[in-house]
């Protein structure tokens, strides 16, 4: 059974960082064509796009968090990781990581993160 768990969340200042870790288990992420997502759900707002990395390296961001988040991920140790820097209040919600599972075309949602930050 996939899994994803994520962790790193809490409570920032406005201005502050925030290092989110989506730890991987039941499928090596480097051994399956996969894209990794960092999606957000704010107080009263839909779930957004927040960021995304291929298998190969490649990334892709929502305008909102260019320039301030970077996504990684480490194959050794299956974790993919979301870089928060110059959070802003608006930053707040549940951060959950996704797995796109390309060669089988299904979907994982990992349980997700708070991330507060205050102004």
């Known amino acids: 059974q996939v899994q994803l768990v994520e962790s790193g969340g809490g409570l920032v200042q406005a201005g502050g960082s925030l290092r989110l870790s989506c730890a991987a288990s039941?499928?090596?992420?480097?051994?399956?064509?996969?894209?990794m997502n960092w999606y957000r759900q704010g107080p009263g707002k839909q779930r957004e796009f927040v960021a995304a990395i291929t298998t190969g390296g490649s990334t892709n961001y929502a305008d909102s968090v260019k320039g301030r988040f970077i996504i990684s991920r480490d194959n050794a140790k299956n974790t993919v990781f979301l870089q928060m820097n110059s959070l802003k209040p608006e930053d707040t919600g549940v951060y959950h990581c996704k797995a796109d599972w390309l060669g089988y075309g299904t979907s994982t949602w990992g349980q997700g993160t708070q991330v507060t930050v205050s102004s």
């Open positions: 039941g499928r090596i992420l480097s051994s399956s064509s996969n894209v």
